[in-house]
């Protein structure tokens, strides 16, 4: 069964304070590992999918790396239009996963960054 | 372009009621997946239609619920006979056939009294 589990699970920092965040799983034969944004009272919007060990993309002040039992969302010089919570979620394609298409997410990592 | 809409944005009903969510994803996405989020915690797998076809239902809780997507596009979950447990956020999220992104709604809150 594949897990996905985020740390930490609440943070706070001051504007500019970059940080990161991490998102550690288990799962049988990866297909994507994905990283959303969602803001209180909307649907996850989605930000990132990494695909294989050693890969990164970047997005504004935001960039997401992945080795084989985890990636990290790594946040540089943060706004308060930052401040979200942030899920991880895997897509496997093994057995275990159960439908290759479902996604397992984390329970995310609320970000506050204060002004 | 349009995004993955929902109906209703919330439902009240009481323990017992009947009650039909529905999915309208993005144009030419075939791939459609219903999930349930609650406070706190990330989205849970509940089912997955690829164009009309019902895939996998391992994640529906119990026979109360169920799902359909009869030409293709528009998806209708229902639950029978509803229970308090029930009450939670239930989003749908579409993705095009050879794209793994699945693309999030803004979600149904039900709350069963």
């Known amino acids: 069964e594949d897990q996905v589990t985020q740390s930490p699970e609440a943070l706070r920092l001051q504007e500019g304070e970059s940080s990161s965040l991490n998102c550690s799983y288990t799962?049988?034969?990866?297909?994507?590992l994905f990283w959303y944004r969602q803001d209180p009272g909307k649907g996850p919007e989605f930000l990132f999918t990494?695909?294989?060990a050693g890969e990164e993309k970047e997005k504004e002040r935001l960039k997401a790396t992945l080795t084989k039992k985890e990636s990290f969302l790594h946040i540089t010089a943060p706004k308060p239009e930052d401040s979200a919570t942030y899920l991880c979620?895997?897509?496997?394609?093994?057995?275990?996963?159960?439908?290759?298409?479902?996604?397992?997410f984390g329970s995310g990592t609320q970000l506050t960054v204060l002004p | 372009g349009a995004g993955v809409s929902q109906s209703p944005r919330y439902k009240v009903t009481k323990r017992g009621q009947d009650v039909a969510l529905r999915c309208d994803p993005i144009?030419?996405?075939?791939?459609l997946y219903w999930y349930r989020q609650a406070l706190g915690q990330g989205p849970e797998f509940l089912t997955y239609?690829?164009?009309?076809?019902?895939?996998?239902k391992s994640g529906l809780p119990n026979d109360r619920f169920s799902a359909e997507r009869p030409e293709g596009s528009i998806s209708t979950l229902t639950i029978q006979r509803t229970e308090q447990r029930d009450s939670a956020m239930y989003r749908c999220?579409?993705?095009?056939?050879?794209?793994?992104?699945?693309?999030f709604g803004p979600g149904t809150r039900l709350l069963v009294l």
């Open positions: 999220a579409s993705s095009l056939a050879r794209q793994e992104t699945q693309y």
């Open positions: 799962v049988s034969g990866l297909r994507g």
């Open positions: 990494l695909y294989s």
């Open positions: 979620a895997v897509q496997g394609a093994g057995i275990s996963s159960g439908s290759a298409r479902q996604l397992t």
């Open positions: 144009s030419g996405h075939v791939s």
């Open positions: 239609f690829n164009y009309e076809a019902q895939q996998d």
